[in-house]
């Protein structure tokens, strides 16, 4: 059964920076590219970045470029997001999702909730 | 304002069947086959229900089928039942930086 835990989040100040992780289970990780899709409260879903199976070849979204970094530890099986210079607007929950094919998600995490705040 | 432009809300009786439309232009949904379409219930994560316009995944019941024409892609759901209530989101490849785009999802309420 595909599993996907993600963890880290939490409450942090504007400016701040915030890493938050999504173990994988159930699959050959390295098979798959993964992604990050994040939903703001009462709000839709945002896709946030996306990194190939290898982790060599990496995608954002023009509201994070420059401030995250997605990275992948295929000996962990582990996808991680690092996000600095946080603003108001990135909080929101941030699921991890698996991707068969770059563009669409067959797999979800529970998500976790990251919230930026004085 | 979100990438692509769905209705805010749809509803429909049980039994019946419904549409949710998903617009968008010749750089995502007009120009790839690669719409898909997810359910969200209340607090839960998303689903996928419909990859690459018109695929099911394995599980998905028949009810649910996804269509497009042009730069509006469709999704179906028949002989509504009381689970169906959720939140629909469509999603595209789009060929730019950003790389995937989703709509700003529609809430299905069964009467």
């Known amino acids: 059964e595909v599993q996907l835990l993600e963890s880290g989040g939490g409450l942090v100040q504007p400016g701040g920076s915030l890493r938050i992780s999504c173990a994988a289970s159930?699959?050959?990780?390295?098979?798959?590219?993964m992604n990050w899709v994040r939903q703001a409260p009462g709000k839709g879903l945002e896709w946030v970045s996306a990194?190939?199976?290898?982790?060599?070849?990496?995608y954002y979204a023009d509201s994070v470029k420059g401030r995250f970094t997605i990275s992948r530890d295929l000996s962990r099986n582990t996808l991680y997001l690092q996000m600095n210079s946080l603003k108001a607007e990135d909080t929101a929950v941030y699921y991890c999702a698996r991707a068969p094919i770059l563009y669409y998600f067959d797999s979800w995490g529970q998500g976790t909730l990251v919230a930026v705040s004085p | 304002q979100s990438a692509l432009t769905q209705p805010a809300s749809v509803s429909g009786s049980p039994g019946q069947s419904i549409t949710i439309s998903c617009t968008g232009t010749?750089?995502?949904?007009?120009?790839?086959?690669?719409v898909s379409w997810y359910q969200q219930h209340p607090g839960k994560a998303p689903k996928l229900l419909i990859y690459?316009?018109?695929n099911r995944p394995s599980g998905i019941s028949n009810r649910f089928s996804g269509s497009k024409s042009g730069n509006t892609a469709s999704l179906t759901i028949s002989g509504l039942q009381a689970e169906d209530e959720a939140d629909y989101y469509c999603?595209?490849?789009?060929?730019?930086?950003?790389?995937?785009?989703f709509g700003g999802g529609t809430k299905l309420t069964v009467l």
């Open positions: 010749s750089s995502d949904v007009g120009g790839y086959k690669y």
């Open positions: 159930g699959f050959t990780f390295s098979n798959f590219a």
């Open positions: 999603s595209s490849y789009r060929s730019s930086s950003t790389h995937v785009v």
């Open positions: 990194i190939s199976g290898s982790g060599i070849s990496t």
């Open positions: 690459d316009v018109t």
